[in-house]
């Protein structure tokens, strides 16, 4: 009679053996935290170094605009500050006082904004229409306008100015109006298409099941969701017609020459007249200032669309 066996011990299971895994080295939270306050630091210094930058001639231009002619003649714009008594608004008050250059500023108002008003009306239509409607030719007209983007302008100031003179527009505000809304529509049309093509397709099926007609889908879809993109275009429109002199001096006469070509007329008839040209030079550049913070926001959200899915 046999005693009592033992029974053998188990084999391990087959298979890698279970490894610990070794605890991850990295730097301390708070080496962490202090590289990133020490990175946004640098940023913000970046930042502010550049706004400075840019600021700077503004701040210069406006002193400049306050300060008396003689001053002005003899020394910097940056010694206003050590006698800030001598800051008046003369200056303004002679600029107010020339009628030449209250026309000329009114002149501007009357080019830029009705030029900004149809360009971005008719491109907002064209661009819907590239985007989302079928008709024949489509693509061919669009491919048209997109080659018309590498026409120079200067191509067609001589054309454009023998045309004008034959219908008796030339040297009137109206004959700048249409060269600007001429040579602004093909990158209006352009930029605006390729904006509406990215609304989702379904979006658009689904107003038109509910009944929709292509107007309204176009004033109550299209461009609310169109408005950054819209606003972008406004904002460069506006700035580039206001800032325009090449256009205005070949179309408009004396009567309808907006601010930068009479602020050129008054630098060549009385040469460095800074009593005059300071405050009309701030003047001409604070719309355009005004008017680019008023839209800041929809011009931010117009250059992030598309970078964030």
Not at 26 to 33: E, H
Not at 147 to 167: D, M, N, T, Y
Not at 239 to 245: I, P, Q, R
């Amino acid at each position: 009679m046999s005693g009592p066996t033992t029974a053998a011990p188990s084999a391990p299971p087959a298979g890698p053996r279970p490894t610990t895994a070794a605890p991850r080295r990295g730097r301390p939270p708070r080496a962490r935290r202090a590289s990133r306050l020490l990175g946004r630091t640098a940023v913000q210094c970046v930042l502010v170094l550049t706004a400075l930058v840019w600021i700077t001639p503004l701040a210069g231009l406006f002193l400049s605009s306050l300060r008396p002619e003689g001053d002005n003649a003899s020394t910097g714009w940056w010694t206003a500050f050590s006698d800030p008594s001598r800051l008046s608004l003369e200056n303004y008050t002679a600029l107010f006082a020339d009628g030449g250059l209250v026309d000329a500023f009114w002149n501007t108002v009357l080019i830029s904004v009705p030029t900004t008003v149809l360009v971005v009306g008719f491109a907002a239509l064209a661009g819907y229409a590239f985007a989302w409607l079928d008709f024949p030719g489509r693509d061919a007209i669009f491919l048209v306008v997109v080659g018309l983007l590498v026409v120079p302008v200067q191509i067609g100031l001589l054309p454009v100015a023998k045309l004008f003179g034959a219908v008796g527009l030339f040297g009137t505000v109206t004959g700048v109006v249409l060269f600007h809304v001429a040579y602004g529509l093909p990158f209006a049309v352009f930029l605006l298409r390729n904006y509406f093509a990215e609304i989702p397709r379904e979006m658009l099926e689904a107003a038109r099941m509910d009944g929709g007609g292509e107007w309204r889908i176009f004033t109550r879809l299209v461009l609310p969701l169109g408005r950054p993109a819209l606003a972008s275009l406004a904002i460069f429109q506006f700035l580039w017609v206001w800032n325009d002199m090449l256009v205005a001096l070949l179309f408009a006469d004396s009567s309808a020459q907006p601010l930068t070509v009479a602020l050129q007329s008054q630098m060549r008839q009385f040469g460095s007249n800074i009593g005059v040209l300071a405050p009309g030079a701030f003047l001409s550049l604070v719309v355009p200032l005004v008017v680019f913070f008023a839209f800041q926001r929809h011009f931010v959200q117009g250059v992030m669309a598309g970078s964030v899915k």
